[in-house]
């Protein structure tokens, strides 16, 4: 070494240098540069000492000396946190004044990784400082040289001399280091809040947490839940799939309870203003047995971060993350923004469903529009209709549930359409359901709804023409058709007005009028056990039995005049009037389908009509008096067997087996049916004279 001149110079330039020092490297070229020119070593450490945790960190162990940093296991020893070992902590806690000491002071077998490496690469002596500094930690300054003796009394001084200035600079990269992460933290908020701007489903928060918590800031999602409808129950929402408990059977088990609010560690964290920090040992040193502190000491982490996410001064659910250090000011930030992002989901969400139910009212709307005819006029004026019309205009105001019984075609529609426009309901838009045109299996899903995934095909959730119908009328018509196993989910809602939607939780509540329809004869159908008693007697209260139009036959011609006015209007056609002759013909024609069959009737004679008098209609081929293709309601089941096996026999021009025979249309057995043809007492007279 130099003059003492030379020595001061470096003195004061070490010190300003020092005073520069913003990072850790450059504390590291720092002494490797400078202060090797004081003292003669070869490698420097510096620790980081949590005295009262009896734990310290390599803070640095210098790189540019060579020596041990060749070493594989360089870089996992000074990484860790290591425990004071007995050697250790005596010197550094005799190291307020530097002192020097032989490395074999360490008990070389026992010695932490670092002291070994540093042996291994040479090291052979060392000096030892505690810096001064602010602050819980303690840093100390290890110094090795190459040989023994190499370090004198002159370098112990030195290093006292610039102690000062090593823990500011220390002291000045912690400050440095904080700006610094609180700049990071700001720019990775506002990239995480740029992110939870656009974000409309929950997929797209799941990417965002990943993207920016995750890979930018280190952040472990542990868990999101989410209030319940019901206001208590916190139900998963979204969860890291990549967490490291993700395949404990614990975790699983959490997963898929729903707990409450009250849950002790939740409720401490939806009460409290702040971000609650869990310190796991503690919490289990204070008897908290919560499963969540279990998984968490599991997944080897010290403590664990929950926080409440509000929207406004609600609460809507919980967060916890999984991070070595948060600062509470993050927190809080991460916290709203993750809140207004499922607020906008569940806005979204609302308005997919809402837009769909308005899709959904549109159509029916404009199947409205399509019939709106129907509406303005319901014709006939003879005493059966006035007495469905008496019936009508009682039951439209009250909310009671209406029967309308009645032939195919005899209008049961337009009566439900009349009923639902008369009452206080006519505002809002009647919902029709035909239970009879849908599968068994997706009735129930046209009644109720479901939820989305609820069963193969269900890719989104879907509105049921129950809640659809609310505050307004359900007619369901055919109401013969519907299977058992959902006529006990009607009768459940006619009972207590409430339901679930198909693989859906919540119970769902509506005010809705029924007004249901059929063909069928439903007593005898309760007889047969094709339809409960209970739902029949829950419908049957207000009953409405439609006539056929043949037992109204004083409403033919309106009805005809009616439907030749709607048809020449719409094709543009001069017939203006019907000849008696074939009104005479329309009236005594049987109408197996009704008012549907006349319309239908009128409407093509209309196009094959020449003139402006209507003088031919085009009736079916059957003979007027042909009473058997009309179902009579009040016919037994035997009656009805009996009637149809005439009707096969005639068709079959009385032939019983073989190709073309009665038996095969009837898919029996020729024996069967002889047997049967004895038993309900059918003569050949009645199905061979037919043919003749
Ligand atoms: N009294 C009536 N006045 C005018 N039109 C009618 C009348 N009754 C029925 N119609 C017409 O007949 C057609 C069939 O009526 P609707 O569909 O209401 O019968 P329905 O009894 O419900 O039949 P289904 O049992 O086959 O469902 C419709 O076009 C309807 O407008």
Request: glycine fraction near 6%; include cysteine; aromatic fraction near 8%.
């Amino acid at each position: 070494m130099e003059s003492e001149d030379d020595r001061d110079e470096i003195l004061l330039l070490l010190k300003r240098a020092l005073a520069k020092v913003k990072t850790q490297a450059q504390l590291m070229i720092t002494i490797d540069n400078i202060l090797k020119k004081l003292v003669n070593f070869s490698q420097a450490t510096l620790l980081s000492c949590q005295e009262d945790e009896g734990t310290y960190r390599i803070f640095f162990m210098d790189r540019a000396s060579g020596g041990s940093t060749g070493y594989s296991s360089y870089n996992e020893s000074i990484s860790r946190s290591y425990s004071f070992c007995d050697n250790l902590s005596e010197l550094v806690s005799n190291a307020d004044t530097a002192r020097i000491y032989d490395i074999r002071t360490f008990n070389l077998t026992t010695a932490p990784q670092w002291v070994k490496l540093n042996y291994a690469s040479g090291a052979r002596e060392l000096l030892i400082k505690n810096l001064p500094g602010p602050g819980d930690s303690k840093h100390t300054l290890i110094l090795f040289a190459d040989k023994l003796n190499s370090l004198t009394d002159a370098h112990v001084q030195y290093v006292e001399m610039i102690a000062v200035q090593l823990g500011e600079a220390i002291n000045n990269i912690a400050v440095h280091e904080a700006a610094l992460y609180r700049e990071r933290d700001k720019a990775s908020l506002l990239k995480f809040a740029i992110d939870l701007a656009s974000v409309r489903k929950k997929e797209d928060l799941e990417a965002a947490i990943f993207n920016i918590l995750d890979q930018l800031m280190g952040i472990k999602l542990s868990m999101i839940r989410l209030i319940d409808d019901d206001r208590i129950t916190l139900v998963p929402y979204l969860y890291d799939k990549n967490a490291v408990f993700k395949d404990d059977e614990l975790f699983k088990k959490l997963l898929a309870q729903n707990i409450t609010i009250d849950e002790p560690t939740s409720a401490r964290v939806l009460n409290s203003d702040e971000p609650v920090v869990f310190n796991i040992e503690a919490e289990q040193k204070n008897g908290n047995s919560s499963p969540y502190i279990m998984l968490w000491k599991k997944a080897g982490k010290k403590q664990m971060y929950g926080a409440r996410l509000r929207i406004g001064n609600e609460n809507i659910g919980t967060l916890w993350l999984l991070v070595n250090e948060l600062n509470t000011e993050l927190m809080r930030g991460l916290c709203s923004q993750i809140s207004v992002a499922i607020f906008n989901i569940k806005a979204n969400q609302k308005l997919l469903v809402y837009q769909k139910q308005l899709e959904t009212e549109n159509d029916l709307l404009k199947e409205q529009i399509n019939t709106a005819y129907n509406f303005s006029e319901i014709i006939g004026s003879g005493p059966r209709m006035k007495k469905v019309y008496e019936l009508m205009s009682r039951v439209a105001d009250s909310n009671s549930t209406v029967l309308i019984l009645g032939e195919t075609g005899t209008g049961k529609e337009l009566i439900a359409r009349g009923i639902h426009n008369a009452s206080p309901r006519k505002n809002k838009l009647m919902i029709k359901v035909n239970c009879a045109a849908l599968p068994p299996n997706l009735i129930e899903s046209e009644l109720f709804g479901h939820e989305k995934g609820s069963f193969t095909g269900a890719f989104e959730q879907r509105t049921g023409k129950f809640e659809l119908a609310n505050n307004s009328t359900l007619f369901l018509d055919e109401i013969g058709e519907l299977p058992l196993e959902l006529q006990v989910k009607l009768l459940r809602v006619l009972q207590e007005r409430e339901f679930e939607r198909v693989g859906g939780k919540n119970t769902i509540k509506v005010n809705v009028r029924i007004i249901a329809a059929t063909n069928r004869n439903l007593e005898n159908e309760v007889a047969t056990g094709k339809f409960r008693s209970d739902l029949y007697y829950r419908l049957n209260v207000f009953p409405i039995n439609l006539p056929s139009l043949r037992e109204r036959a004083e409403d033919i011609p309106t009805l005809a005049n009616f439907f030749l006015n709607k048809y020449c209007g719409l094709s543009g056609c001069k017939v203006s009037s019907i000849a008696p002759k074939v009104l005479q013909q329309l009236k005594s024609y049987l109408w197996p389908g009704n008012v549907r069959e006349l319309e239908h009737i009128i409407e093509r004679s209309i196009l094959m009509a020449s003139g402006n008098i209507l003088r031919e209609v085009h009736l079916p081929n059957t003979k007027q008096n042909d009473t058997q293709a009309i179902p009579n309601f009040n016919q037994t089941i035997e009656e009805m067997e009996r009637s149809h096996i005439i009707n096969i026999l005639k068709q079959c021009g009385g032939k019983i087996s073989g190709t073309g025979g009665a038996a095969g249309v009837l898919a029996i057995q020729p024996t069967t049916l002889h047997s049967k043809m004895r038993k309900l007492n059918i003569t050949k007279r009645e199905y061979l004279n037919y043919t003749q």
